[in-house]
């Protein structure tokens, strides 16, 4: 949290409590959040933090590249800290985000970068479907499940 504080400060921005708050609730719950949900959870503990500033703090870590947008459902940008690189497969339906590296993936898009010359700086991979259990929830029905904004 120390060097997440100075980090901040570095970059000339103020360190308040509040902003200590959705920092903690975002590294502690070890789940993708958007900012509805990291709010909710917050005034769940009694802890207070308006959602303009939840907003605005995942707005600014996320260009300080101390978080990421990792991926959008239902409209809403869902969060987690910069961490190992891996990928996600990502439920329309439940909004469940499964993380996965697969070595071989990886050695495609370096090969892949190779042939064309390209030097990729970052890259993010997201399958959008339905995880097992939504599957077998949802299987028969022929109409469209989730949203895929």
Same mark, same amino acid.
């Not at 970059?11 to 959705?22: D, H, Q, V, Y």
């Not at 975002?26 to 789940?31: K, N």
């Not at 800290?81 to 993380?99: M, N, P, S």
């Given at each position: 949290?120390? /060097?997440?504080?100075?980090?901040?400060?570095?970059?000339?921005?103020?360190?308040?409590?509040?902003?200590?708050?959705? !920092?903690?609730? +975002?590294?502690?719950?070890?789940?993708?959040?958007?900012?509805? /949900?990291?709010?909710?959870?917050? /005034?769940?503990?009694?802890?207070?933090?308006? $959602? #303009?500033?939840?907003?605005?703090?995942?707005?600014? +870590? #996320?260009?300080?590249?101390?978080? /990421?947008? !990792?991926?959008?459902?239902?409209?809403?940008?869902?969060?987690?800290?910069?961490?190992?690189?891996?990928?996600?497969?990502?439920?329309?339906?439940?909004?469940?985000?499964?993380?996965?590296?697969?070595?071989?993936?990886?050695?495609?898009?370096?090969?892949?970068?190779?042939?064309?010359?390209?030097?990729?700086?970052?890259?993010?991979?997201?399958? $959008?479907? +339905?995880c097992r259990a939504c599957r077998l929830k949802h299987s028969g029905r022929k109409k469209n499940i989730g949203n895929f904004n």
């Amino acid at each position: 949290m120390e /060097q997440l504080r100075d980090e901040w400060r570095r970059r000339g921005m103020r360190w308040t409590p509040e902003r200590e708050r959705i !920092v903690r609730e +975002l590294v502690s719950s070890q789940i993708h959040l958007d900012a509805d /949900q990291l709010t909710a959870r917050l /005034q769940r503990k009694g802890l207070r933090a308006s $959602k #303009a500033t939840v907003y605005r703090t995942l707005s600014r +870590l #996320a260009r300080a590249g101390i978080i /990421q947008e !990792v991926f959008r459902c239902g409209g809403k940008a869902r969060y987690e800290f910069t961490q190992k690189h891996h990928d996600h497969l990502l439920c329309v339906a439940c909004g469940r985000a499964i993380e996965f590296n697969d070595a071989g993936i990886e050695k495609r898009q370096e090969a892949i970068c190779r042939k064309h010359g390209f030097q990729a700086l970052e890259h993010r991979m997201s399958i $959008k479907g +339905l995880c097992r259990a939504c599957r077998l929830k949802h299987s028969g029905r022929k109409k469209n499940i989730g949203n895929f904004n």
